[in-house]
């Protein structure tokens, strides 16, 4: 048996986890963009100083990210990280893949983990981490941050998910890194 398939039993017997069907696919979809003051993103940012009283803020180009996934048996499912008119429909929605919630930016935040037979195991992290610095950098949102002892706790789940998994992380609204997984495919399986 191979390293990564023992990997793979491993995480799966620490944390039981759905892998979806041969034949689901999983499209990354570009809903829009928004541009935001980066001191909603990150703690800190945009920080004044007595010698600099009134620095120009820094902006940052942010796209609202959807999931759509085919699952043989139940269909198109839609898993968007945006605006949800309905976050109770949202999440009912997420039938072949696991959803967790977590504590931190807002009550109810949950993030998707889908693990596909071809190409392996993705997480969401929705508003966990926004951004590829609040994962990389554990850098904390900024003005949005809710609870940061939650915030910490939820971030060390996620952290232990993408290495039990060797999971790709999709953060909630990177440009870059969302632009990166379109380019690099534009189904994955």
């Known amino acids: 048996m191979t390293a990564p398939m023992q ?11 759905y892998t979806c069907p041969p034949g689901t696919k999983m499209h990354i979809l570009n809903l829009g963009t928004m541009n935001v003051d ?29 999931g759509l996934i085919e699952h043989p048996e139940m269909g198109l499912i839609l898993f968007e990280t945006g605006s949800a008119e309905d ?20 009550p109810g935040l949950c993030i998707m ?30 003005w949005l941050l ?3 002892r939650a915030w910490v706790a ?17 953060f909630g609204h990177d440009l870059e890194t969302a632009e990166g997984l379109m380019r690099e495919k534009g189904v994955w399986e």
Do not use: C, Y
Not at 44 to 58: F, I, M, R, T, V
Not at 87 to 106: E, I, W, Y
């Open 113 to 142: 983990q889908v693990n596909l037979p071809k190409d392996g195991t993705f997480i969401w992290t929705t508003d966990q981490f926004h951004v590829r610095e609040n994962f990389e950098q554990n850098q904390a949102q900024g």
């Open 146 to 148: 809710r609870d940061h």
């Open 7 to 17: 990997m793979q039993q491993l995480a799966a017997a620490a944390l039981p986890a």
């Open 87 to 106: 976050v109770d429909r949202r999440q009912k929605a997420m039938g072949p893949a696991s959803h967790r919630p977590l504590p931190g930016h807002t």
């Open 154 to 170: 939820s971030g060390k789940f996620v952290t232990r998910l993408q290495r039990l998994f060797r999971a790709r992380l999709i």
């Open 38 to 66: 980066e001191g909603w993103l990150l703690t800190g940012a945009n920080g004044s100083s007595a010698s600099n009283p009134n620095p120009p803020s820094k902006r940052r180009d942010l796209m609202l990210i959807a």
